[in-house]
C-alpha cells in the first residue's frame, strides 16, 4: 500500500533564507508525485508535480522539486521564501489511474512559517 | 467554467442531524472525490466515484454515504452527525494531462473544491 511521510510538521525560517520540505513515499510500483499549497482557509492550490522525464520539476512561485527513486524522495525546494509563502503544503502520491490507483494519498503536511 | 463548485462553505449540525454536502464539475469528469481534512492528519479519502452510477469506499467511509446519479455532481450524506465529523471536506475530481509512455497509461490531473467546514455541536 501507497504512504507519504512528510517528515517535518512545522517550518519557521527568515524570509529570503532557502527552504527544504521533505517528503519521502513507499509504494511497489511507479508512482505519480504532487505538492500541493493550502494558504490560510482556502482550498488546495498544485504547486508541481511529477509524472515522468525530468526527475528536477519546477512548479510556481519560484519552488521545485526533486523526485529521487532510489531514496523513495520528492523533497520541495526555494532558494528564497517570501512572507506570501507562509501555508500549509502536502505532498502526494497517486499509483496511477483506474479504480483505486488514481486516488491522491497525501501526507499530513507541513507548515511553513516565514519571519520577516 | 466554474471547475469544482462545493455548497455550502460552512455549517454548524447538531448531533444526529442529517446533512448533504454538495459537489458538481463542469468539466465532464469522470473521476471524483471526496476527502476530509482534520488539523495534522493530512487529507483522507472518503469515498470516491469512477464514473456515473460507480462509487467506491475510500479510507474512512464509516458514517458518510455518496450518490452518483450524473457524471457532473457528487453529492456526500451525513446521515446522523457526530463531533468526530467535524472537519473540513474537499471535493475533487481529476482529468487527463498525458500519456505516460512507459507504463502505457493515461496520467491525469486534480482539480479541488475550496471546501466546506462542518462543526458537529
Known amino acids: 500500500a501507497q504512504s507519504v511521510t512528510q517528515l517535518d510538521s512545522q517550518v519557521p525560517v527568515f524570509e529570503e533564507a532557502p527552504v527544504e520540505l521533505r517528503c519521502n513515499y513507499s509504494?511497489?510500483?511507479?508512482?505519480?508525485l504532487f505538492w500541493y499549497v493550502q494558504y490560510p482557509n482556502q482550498g488546495l492550490q498544485l504547486l508541481l508535480k511529477y509524472l515522468s522525464g525530468s526527475t528536477l520539476v519546477k512548479g510556481i512561485n519560484g519552488f521545485e522539486a526533486e523526485f529521487n527513486k532510489s531514496q523513495t524522495s520528492f523533497h520541495l525546494r526555494k532558494p528564497s521564501v517570501h512572507i506570501s509563502d507562509t501555508a500549509e503544503y502536502f505532498c502526494a502520491v497517486s499509483e496511477g489511474y483506474g479504480g483505486s490507483q488514481g486516488n491522491l494519498i497525501f501526507g499530513k503536511g507541513t507548515k511553513l512559517s516565514v519571519k520577516p | 467554467n466554474a471547475g469544482v463548485t462545493q455548497t455550502p462553505k460552512f455549517r454548524i449540525l447538531k448531533i444526529g442531524q442529517s446533512m448533504t454536502l454538495q459537489c458538481a464539475q463542469d468539466?465532464?469528469?469522470?473521476?471524483m472525490y471526496w476527502y476530509r481534512q482534520d488539523p495534522g492528519m493530512g487529507l483522507k479519502l472518503i469515498y470516491y466515484s469512477v464514473g456515473a452510477g460507480i462509487t467506491d469506499k475510500g479510507e474512512v467511509p464509516n458514517g458518510y454515504n455518496v450518490s452518483r446519479s450524473t457524471t457532473e455532481d457528487f453529492p456526500l450524506r451525513l446521515e446522523l452527525a457526530a463531533p468526530s465529523q467535524t472537519s473540513v471536506y474537499f471535493c475533487?475530481?481529476?482529468?487527463?494531462?498525458?500519456?505516460?509512455?512507459?507504463?502505457?497509461?493515461?496520467?491525469?490531473?486534480?482539480?479541488f473544491g475550496s471546501g466546506t467546514r462542518l462543526t458537529v455541536v
Open positions: 468539466m465532464n469528469h469522470n473521476y
Open positions: 475533487a475530481s481529476s482529468y487527463i494531462i498525458g500519456w505516460d509512455r512507459g507504463r502505457q497509461q493515461r496520467y491525469y490531473g486534480y482539480t
Open positions: 509504494s511497489s510500483v511507479s508512482v505519480y
